[in-house]
């Protein structure tokens, strides 16, 4: 198993993971209709320092790393990550918020932001409360769930320092 | 007085509003170091739909609003304000931010947003709260003042519906 930096060999192993997640809209606040290319080209933005987790050979997982705001702000940063379908329950995306934290530390972070954390996605709501994010705000129904209609979503928050 | 679309022509009249508060970089967490090419590219970014406050032929302020986020997300607005130095305490900004409450139910929002509402600008805090806006989050020492260190910065909403 390893987490590593994603390269452009990555894309055809990425692109079925964030695909199903982008598509279904439950959980990123980010257009539905996105074809493959412009899914690439979101997860892959410039500003987006973008890692694979690995394990035998097979990409399991992706996130990426960014500043959550520019300047004055910049010392705060912010991750999205996404897990294979077929890789739930394994710690993954634990393994990846980890791993997250320490390269955000390493960058010169002091903070880590979930900005849009929808509340019906209880099970990522419990991970990160586990490894140490706070709910810090509530957005009320700032999120059009495409089951469950408007629902509410947190601002999570960690400090690294 | 008139609150309107802003336009190529605007440009030379809202720089020295929007230079000397970037350059200050107290209350946006934006580059504070972008030429002032770059500042009308931030503020005139294709996402921003812009307005000016003027009166008597000058621009004394001016606004944006855009989707706070995309996708399923895109029904929160988000928008900045800034008045000039010389016209500050005549009501300008609450006139832009009734404005843009008035055009974001126009274009269909149904809420708005503000995601890094400095708390050491309190001027701004209490307008925004007489105005209706809710503080629903904090997020702790998310801005490195040039004067005061790390503060808090606020997340505020208001339901437009």
């Excluded at 520019?70 to 980890?98: D, F, I, K, L």
């Excluded at 880590?112 to 990522?124: D, E, G, I, L």
Aim: hydrophobic share 45%.
């Amino acid at each position: 198993m390893a987490i590593r930096p994603a390269g452009e060999l990555d894309k055809p192993a990425i692109l079925p993971i964030i695909a199903p997640v982008l598509s279904a809209g439950e959980t990123y606040a980010v257009e539905t209709d996105l074809t493959e290319a412009e899914m690439l080209g979101y997860w892959f933005m410039p500003a987006h320092e973008v890692f694979v987790f690995e394990a035998e050979g097979e990409v399991l997982g992706t996130y990426y790393l960014m500043a959550n705001q520019g300047g004055n702000g910049a010392h705060v940063s912010n991750c999205g990550y996404m897990v294979s379908a077929t890789a739930q329950g394994r710690g993954v995306a634990a393994a990846m918020c980890e791993h997250s934290q320490t390269r955000a530390r390493e960058r010169g972070f002091r903070a880590m932001q979930f900005n849009h954390v929808v509340s019906t996605n209880t099970r990522a709501v419990a991970l990160w409360q586990k490894l140490g994010f706070d709910i810090v705000g509530t957005l009320p129904k700032a999120f059009r769930h495409p089951l469950h209609g408007f629902v509410d979503s947190y601002v999570m928050f960690k400090s690294l320092t």
